[in-house]
């Protein structure tokens, strides 16, 4: 039986079934109790970012963001209801952008009210790494724009909810993955939903999401 692929969570529980990616938030005593064998993903989250402390924060992330199970290089990003002023995220978000460059290694991206900003950051730096938008929560017009920018989307919970966002899964044609980032519900209920959005079993959606994964160079 294949595994479901959380590609965004919070949780620390790994489920026998769940190929789940820990996100979490560099701190200086993130460097002392790193998971060394689960997959996750380890970046500077815009709401808690400083730009006097990148320096140190990017030496801290250098090192760690080498170790093999770190597959993904976030949650970071830009938001602008929350966190330093967008220039000093930018700067902030810009410099994580380059170690995934050099690494290789994607990035999961938080973004609130700066599409915008990220494109022109995306366009301006070129880079070839995968970036992954977590918590899509958008009409299609906007997903579509993304798309054509060249990033990926992750949708959650928010397929259950919004009419909306289960449209615009809908219509897109373009590869796609599956979280449960901070919410309650297990991944399970999002696959199973979505399943039904593209009118696929659960097991040929497992298989499309991996094969999404595996197109990032990640299997």
């Not at 952008?97 to 990035?107: I, M, T």
């Not at 990926?152 to 928010?158: Q, R």
Request: hydrophobic share 45%.
């Amino acid at each position: 039986m294949s595994l479901f692929l959380d590609l965004h969570t919070h949780k620390t529980k790994q489920e026998r079934d769940v190929f789940a990616i820990q996100s979490i938030s560099l701190t200086e005593s993130t460097f002392l109790a790193m998971p060394k064998t689960k997959p996750i993903a380890i970046g500077i989250h815009p709401w808690y970012a400083k730009l006097e402390e990148l320096t140190k924060n990017m030496k801290y992330l250098r090192v760690l963001a080498r170790q093999e199970n770190v597959k993904m290089i976030g949650e970071c990003g830009l938001d602008s209801l929350r966190g330093e002023p967008i220039e000093n995220q930018l700067q902030i978000l810009e410099a994580q952008l380059v170690l995934a460059e050099e690494l290789q290694k994607p990035l999961i991206l938080h973004c609130v009210k700066t599409f915008d900003e990220l494109i022109a950051l995306k366009k301006r730096l070129q880079p070839t790494v995968p970036m992954v938008i977590h918590g899509f929560n958008k009409k299609q017009e906007m997903a579509q724009q993304l798309v054509n920018q060249g990033f990926y989307l992750s949708f959650g919970d928010a397929v259950l909810k919004s009419e909306e966002v289960a449209l615009t899964l809908e219509k897109l044609d373009h590869p796609f993955f599956l979280e449960t980032d901070d919410a309650t519900i297990n991944i399970k209920e999002v696959y199973a939903k979505v399943a039904t959005i593209k009118k696929i079993t659960v097991d040929e959606l497992k298989d499309v999401i991996f094969a999404n994964w595996k197109k990032m160079g990640l299997l």
